[in-house]
């Protein structure tokens, strides 16, 4: 094994073997600090060339080639060459102590320009799942085209989300309704603090288990949200568990 790939705040490789070690470090030493850039290369030992993929925040990702004998890099495509990242909002990673004292993970995408402390409509993106990861600070499409409207976005990783380890993933269990949905409000009351979110201007959006949270947002907390939106939300749990059960 010569190394791994992981996602932590971010993408990010860890090389277990010194040679390998060296080309990251060249690669990363030639684009912008912010990147995350991972090496596609099959049988990496042997390899003269890379094909790097780098993204970021506000950089949706493009693709270059790395020659390892001349140590040069030469873009070679972008899968959206027309997105100017300067115009993108900044991503960026927060932990929330929750009422019951777990930590939960936080992504919030920033509009352009905007100071980071001044209070603005919020749009809280639930996702679905439940039990995936929800997001990192790459760039993501649908909240940054939220931040680019002037939306501040918010992305919990509520407990039951994975890739934060078990404990994390175990805390959602029988959680629907009750501790997953009190964490979207703990993120919402940190994030008004700390984050620039106008507690007064906050909806609620999700596909899926996020359409659920979102209907149960305005069930349980009517007066937090000043719209919620469904997504081929799910509504009727007891349909839900009896279609699960035919197919298994």
Not at 26 to 38: E, G, M, Q, V, Y
Not at 40 to 65: I, M, P, W
Not at 89 to 109: A, E, F, N, Q, W
Not at 221 to 247: C, H, M
Request: proline share 5%; charged share 20%; with cysteine.
């Amino acid at each position: 094994m010569l190394g791994l790939h992981a996602v932590l705040d971010r993408p990010t490789s860890v090389w277990f073997d010194a040679d390998m070690q060296r080309v990251q470090n060249a690669i990363d030493a030639a684009l912008p600090k912010d990147r995350s850039n991972r090496l596609h290369c099959g049988n990496c030992q042997s390899r003269r060339f890379f094909v790097v993929h780098s993204t970021s925040d506000r950089q949706a990702g493009e693709y270059l080639l790395f020659d390892k004998s001349k140590s040069t890099l030469e873009r070679i495509g972008a899968a959206r060459p027309r997105l100017d990242e300067a115009t993108q909002g900044r991503r960026s990673y927060h932990r929330v102590t929750t009422r019951d004292g777990l930590s939960m993970p936080l992504y919030v995408t920033h509009p352009p320009g905007a100071d980071a402390k001044t209070a603005l409509p919020t749009v809280v993106l639930v996702h679905g799942g439940p039990w995936v990861r929800g997001a990192s600070t790459r760039w993501r499409g649908q909240p940054q085209f939220l931040a680019t409207r002037g939306y501040r976005v918010l992305e919990p990783e509520f407990r039951g989300s994975e890739g934060y380890g078990f404990k994390h993933f175990q805390a959602g269990w029988k959680q629907w309704g009750s501790g997953m949905q009190n964490d979207l409000v703990d993120a919402i009351q940190w994030a008004s603090q700390h984050a620039g979110v106008d507690p007064a201007r906050v909806c609620v959006v999700g596909g899926s288990y996020g359409g659920y949270a979102a209907l149960m947002g305005a069930v349980v907390t009517p007066g937090l949200y000043q719209a919620a939106v469904s997504l081929a939300g799910v509504s009727d749990l007891r349909e839900l568990i009896a279609y699960v059960r035919k197919e298994d």
